[in-house]
């Protein structure tokens, strides 16, 4: 049987209040035997440990602030963060989701910036990788990681659906992975024909769930046994068994965020 690590799944989010027990059985059934769930902001939060309490084995967590929930109030949202992470939580092995997002609008450029430094500095500080979110915003985010070079910093730059350029650009982030998900099985999607040159050491793949579900589910929730789609594509782009691709990306999550 596949063993799968969905290395970003919002699991946690209302959009499974209704099924949720039922969806982690499915994703169970196809392999899947860990997850990663990036926290939103300090609303979700509740949510998310409550999930990660009823899945153990399954969950783990990462703590941060995503770049869209930035507001007036982001100094004081971080700090609640930053007491949260100096607590522990159980199943924490990572800061995150966070970054830069430029897509709707740039109100909070500057304050966006600011939170993503602050929360580099956190993961830093406690050793822990970060998950990386980007939109619009592939120069900044580089100008922003590449200060950190000479640090011990590494994360994965998660859901990437960027250029062949900007692909080579992240990959000079030795310490960083590349988040693949279900972007690369749309049929307009040119990510296929380049992602060979991701080596496989560095490949991670998510579902983003509930958003992003790959082909033939596009337009609806997506979940994360719906992973198994996302894998084949890979599979077949890098002409490997879909069962060498699950195993080397499920070793490197773990390579990436450890255990628990």
């Not at 939170?115 to 990788?129: E, F, G, N, T, V």
Request: glycine residues 4%.
């Amino acid at each position: 049987m596949l063993r799968i690590a969905d290395s970003h799944t919002h699991i946690f989010e209302e959009a499974f209040n209704e099924d949720r027990e039922e969806m982690m059985l499915r994703a169970s059934l196809c392999g899947v035997c860990k997850m990663l769930l990036p926290n939103i902001d300090l609303t979700s939060l509740s949510a998310l440990f409550d999930t990660r309490s009823r899945f153990p084995s399954l969950t783990d967590i990462a703590i941060g602030i995503h770049p869209t929930s930035i507001s007036p109030s982001y100094r004081e949202d971080i700090e609640s963060i930053v007491q949260l992470v100096a607590q522990k939580p159980e199943g924490l092995v990572a800061i995150g989701e966070i970054g830069l997002d430029y897509y709707w609008d740039k109100t909070y450029y500057i304050e966006q910036q600011e939170a993503l430094h602050s929360q580099i500095d956190l993961a830093l500080y406690y050793h822990l990788p970060i998950v990386v979110h980007t939109r619009e915003a592939h120069r900044e985010m580089t100008q922003i990681i590449g200060s950190y070079r000479e640090t011990a910093l590494k994360g994965v730059f998660h859901s990437f659906t960027g250029s062949e350029e900007e692909l080579q650009e992240l990959l000079t982030f030795d310490s960083f992975y590349i988040g693949i998900n279900g972007v690369i099985t749309f049929k307009k999607s040119p990510l296929r024909n380049f992602i060979t040159q991701i080596p496989l050491e560095r490949l991670l793949v998510e579902t983003d769930a509930p958003y992003l579900a790959p082909t033939p589910h596009r337009g609806k929730r997506n979940e994360p046994s719906y992973i198994i789609n996302t894998l084949h594509e890979i599979a077949q782009a890098y002409n490997k068994p879909i069962e060498e691709i699950a195993e080397v990306t499920y070793s490197n999550y773990f390579d990436l965020f450890g255990s628990v």
